[in-house]
């Protein structure tokens, strides 16, 4: 067996340690949540119990812990939405050049150079100055898209590019009309893709703040309300938060992987059958 070089392992120790400084924090998190009822916000732990999540039902003194998180969680399937059908429609057109596309596309993309207080600071001055109510649901929805969109966007100007179009010329050949083709042929095939692009708009959607900080209006998000709570809770509760948020993320990230992996199984097993048939 050859002898691996030096050079190997003081890269996996600098590995180790990014990794480690990547998730210490959240695991840090998630141990102090775990604290006693006499528990504190540091290091060394008092016991170890479920306290601070029984706790985290119970009615706070402070804030709308759960308020915040069904407006985080219908923001969140708001921005999904609209980035899948925005994102697929937008590769379908960029797939032929028209007059001002790369003008369009750059535009696009700039939004994710901007800092992102300055996207907030002008969504909320330009409702303000319409006359217009800041709230989470129209400003802060907005705000939003201009962070998910361009992610989007490029996922599925990557996708087209790689698209074999024989398939859709041999659906026409078959009689299929342009809206079927796109129906039976075209999304079937991209759809592993489509769950990604709903993924990045989810999952960016839940857990944004800066965007959200100045357009959420009188009603906060999970991320501001976990914000407010730092200032006010001096409990373990806001750990206890802060893991139950983090295990919902990776509940979320876990659906949409299982959705991916069942319909690339199904996809596996048609073409299975078809070459069966043949």
């Known amino acids: 067996m050859e002898k691996r070089p030096r050079s190997f392992y003081v890269l996996s120790v600098f590995f180790a340690l990014f990794v480690l400084f990547l998730y210490g924090p959240t695991i840090t998190i998630g141990i102090l949540s775990f604290q006693g009822p006499e528990g504190g916000l540091t290091f060394p732990m008092r016991g170890v119990s479920l306290n601070w999540f029984h706790e985290l039902f119970q009615q706070q003194a402070v804030g709308d812990i759960w308020g915040a998180f069904r407006r985080s969680f219908m923001l969140g399937l708001m921005v999904m939405v609209t980035t899948v059908v925005v994102s697929v429609m937008a590769g379908l057109a960029f797939r032929k050049k028209f007059p001002g596309s790369g003008v369009l596309f750059y535009l696009t993309i700039a939004s994710l150079v901007i800092p992102s207080i300055l996207i907030s600071l002008g969504v909320g001055l330009i409702f303000n100055q319409l006359g217009l109510k800041v709230h989470w649901a129209t400003s802060g929805f907005g705000s939003q898209l201009t962070w998910t969109l361009p992610f989007g966007l490029l996922i599925m100007f990557a996708v087209f590019n790689r698209f074999d179009k024989s398939f859709e010329e041999a659906a026409r050949d078959q009689g299929a009309s342009a809206w079927q083709t796109i129906r039976f042929v075209v999304l079937p095939i991209i759809a592993p893709s489509l769950i990604g692009v709903a993924l990045f708009g989810f999952t960016l959607s839940y857990d944004e703040f800066a965007r959200t900080l100045l357009t ?61 048939g043949v």
């Open 216 to 276: 959420a209006g009188s009603y906060n998000t999970l991320p501001l309300e976990i914000f407010g709570m730092t200032t006010n809770v001096t409990t373990p509760v806001v750990y206890a938060l802060g893991t139950l948020t983090t295990a919902f993320s990776l509940l979320i990230i876990g659906a949409f992987l299982l959705s991916a992996w069942v319909m690339a199984r199904r996809r596996a097993r048609l073409g299975s059958d078809a070459g069966k």
